[in-house]
């Protein structure tokens, strides 16, 4: 039975604050060492949602300028941010995944990429208790398994590894095709500059 997936306006404007000052909040928190498994998938889950919210709203709220508040009283437009902030979050989940499990195959001679498997499907799962919609819960299943089947393990974590979770920022974003155009550069820099961090972040407290 697939999840059945209505929410009310008052519902996805308070999801939209809690969503958008909770990563934020999080992220300046101290930095907890990756000291397993379990902390790598916490640190990508955690990762993931913080650069896909920070960015998509970000990205809104720099193109709307003074009519930022306002669009939040439209339930389509609200929909439309939840819809997108759901796809950018599978891919940056997928990509940072497949960027994490790389580095330590390479870096730290772990050969088990068995474990991305392991890291995303648990994600995924886990995502379903936040309504996840269901038919991107299957196309996430799916484009994992695609990407998992014919990515380079030895390459992908030096190989512009987050390319596809900006590219998914700039299609998925809610703003007008012909504005998106020009600003293609602006939002492609800005998913890419965020992921820097994060991967030093991760090469700083990674201790296993």
Do not use: C
């Not at 772990?110 to 498997?117: P, Q, V």
């Not at 990407?147 to 030895?154: E, F, L, T, V």
């Amino acid at each position: 039975m697939g999840i059945k997936y209505k929410l009310k306006l008052r519902d996805l404007k308070l999801q939209y604050f809690k969503e958008y000052f909770s990563p934020i909040l999080k992220y300046f928190k101290g930095k907890k060492k990756i000291n397993n498994y379990l902390d790598l998938r916490e640190f990508i889950q955690k990762k993931s949602a913080w650069v896909s919210q920070v960015t998509l709203y970000g990205y809104l709220k720099t193109r709307m300028g003074a009519k930022y508040v306002l669009m939040f009283d439209d339930e389509v437009f609200l929909s439309s941010i939840n819809k997108a902030k759901w796809n950018i979050y599978m891919v940056a989940l997928q990509d940072l995944t497949f960027y994490t499990i790389s580095y330590l195959k390479i870096e730290r001679n772990l050969h088990d990429t068995e474990k991305a498997k392991e890291i995303f499907n648990k994600i995924l799962t886990d995502e379903l208790n936040n309504q996840i919609p269901k038919d991107i819960y299957e196309k996430a299943n799916n484009d994992f398994e695609e990407r998992y089947q014919k990515i380079n393990w030895d390459k992908y974590y030096k190989s512009l590894p987050f390319n596809l979770s900006a590219l998914a920022l700039y299609e998925w974003s809610p703003i007008a095709e012909e504005l998106k155009i020009l600003d293609r550069k602006i939002v492609l820099n800005s998913m890419i500059l965020k992921w820097e961090n994060i991967k030093k972040e991760f090469e700083s407290i990674l201790d296993f």
